[in-house]
């Protein structure tokens, strides 16, 4: 029993201390233990870190997801929503381009996009829309993601503003729409000349329908003129008062006709009746050239027995009162022609170089002159053009005296003869007085 108890003793004591001798034994206290879990008093004892896993840190990585399987060199990446693959290696490629395909390319991503929550935003008042003591900003309305709309904004904007189709390509233009809304595709110049004139039909088919259904009366003013390069041209505008008493002028012809004779205008004016469906026609205002008079005469022959004409538009005709004005203002004019001649020819002096400007205005300077606008030459067939000539140089007469005596040219020039109009010489004393007259 001793024996056999001696052995059970020495089996379990065996059992739970080592076989080795303590002195071959690294010793292990609690403290030590402690460090080896924590790592920060005794490094060597403590465990390796384990390997960070990447993390993919991008925005792109909740709408792509990597191809298991695929080549570790040329890594891949699938759209979640139009499926298209792309080479996504985290040091060579980066995200970049599936950030762009995102933006610009993917056209389910944007739908997808358009059913989620919408957006609420303050509408804009228009020109006209505020009242006295109101803002600019008007009630609160639902906005949502339109790229159809957006794009019909810019044709509008390229319309209204006169701006080239390029616009839209350059770089701070896309800039703009970058920040303003990422998810805008940009388009071509030559689609934005598409939506231009896919906008011009919509709002013609429009405005026909509300001339046809309507029955409104139409006031309209023609005008043509022949252009530098030899080209004839017309222009008509319609004149109309809507249901709701608004008046409005529109365009409705621009083109480029053979000749000014009347019967080419006459056809021209009834042609665009036709075309926009007019057939309450008030009166056509015109300028008080010959031909225009034969031309209404031949308009009122073909529509004064039809129906909604107004007295067998006998009053169709109505001469145009600023031509008017400007035939009474030219006539008195003429009466100090000479004069206005001569300062016509200085101020051409002092526009027809840079250097000729250059040196006026150095002598604005010595005057001490503080009139900040500019000298234009008038235009013939508008007397404000003259008049505005004549202001802008009636400031600056001491300067044009000054120019005479520093620029040896400048008389010689002016002395000489071009046409029949010129060649008068400088303006005198008695020139100046009667510009502050008139």
Not at 259 to 288: P, Q, Y
Not at 302 to 311: F, W, Y
Not at 407 to 426: H, I, M, R, V, Y
Request: net charge positive.
């Amino acid at each position: 029993m001793a024996g056999h108890s001696s052995s059970g003793m020495g089996s379990s004591s065996a059992s739970s201390t080592p076989t080795r001798s303590d002195s071959t034994m690294p010793s292990i206290d609690n403290d030590t233990i402690g460090c080896v879990g924590v790592g920060t008093q005794n490094p060597s004892l403590a465990l390796p870190p384990k390997p960070k896993k990447s993390e993919q840190t991008s925005m792109v990585w909740e709408h792509f997801t990597k191809v298991e399987g695929g080549d570790p060199e040329d890594p891949k990446s699938q759209c979640n929503y139009c499926k298209k693959l792309f080479s996504c290696h985290s040091k060579r490629l980066g995200t970049s381009s599936m950030l762009t395909h995102l933006k610009n390319t993917c056209k389910k991503y944007s739908s997808k996009f358009d059913k989620s929550q919408s957006k609420l935003s303050f509408e804009v008042k228009r020109e006209g829309q505020m009242a006295m003591g109101e803002g600019t900003v008007g009630n609160l309305v639902i906005t949502k993601y339109n790229a159809g709309k957006i794009r019909e904004a810019i044709a509008k904007m390229i319309i209204k503003d006169e701006l080239p189709f390029r616009f839209v390509e350059g770089e701070g233009f896309r800039d703009f729409m970058n920040i303003v809304e990422p998810r805008f595709s940009i388009p071509s110049r030559y689609t934005v000349m598409k939506d231009c004139i896919k906008l011009f039909l919509s709002e013609k088919e429009k405005l026909r329908a509300m001339f046809m259904t309507t029955g409104v009366r139409v006031c309209l003013t023609t005008d043509t003129w022949t252009s530098v390069q030899n080209l004839n041209y017309m222009v008509i505008t319609s004149h109309f008062i809507d249901s709701d008493w608004n008046l409005h002028k529109r365009i409705i012809n621009f083109c480029l006709i053979p000749n000014h004779k009347a019967d080419t205008i006459g056809e021209k004016i009834l042609s665009c009746m036709l075309e926009w469906g007019i057939r309450n026609i008030f009166t056509i205002t015109v300028d008080n050239a010959s031909t225009n008079d034969a031309a209404l005469e031949f308009v009122k022959r073909r529509t004064g027995n039809k129906e909604g004409a107004i007295l067998e538009s006998r009053f169709m005709h109505i001469r145009c009162c600023a031509h008017i004005l400007n035939l009474i203002v030219t006539d008195d004019l003429k009466e100090v022609d000479d004069s206005i001649v001569r300062v016509r020819s200085a101020v051409k002096y002092v526009k027809s170089s840079p250097a000729r400007f250059e040196k006026f205005k150095g002598c604005i300077e010595r005057e001490q002159i503080s009139f900040k606008g500019l000298l234009c030459l008038d235009v013939s067939t508008r007397w404000n053009s003259t008049f505005l000539m004549l202001e802008g140089a009636e400031k600056c007469q001491s300067a044009f005296q000054l120019m005479e005596e520093f620029d040896k040219n400048f008389k010689s020039a002016l002395n000489e003869e071009k046409n029949e109009k010129e060649g008068l010489g400088p303006p005198t004393c008695v020139d100046w007085n009667l510009m502050i007259l008139y």
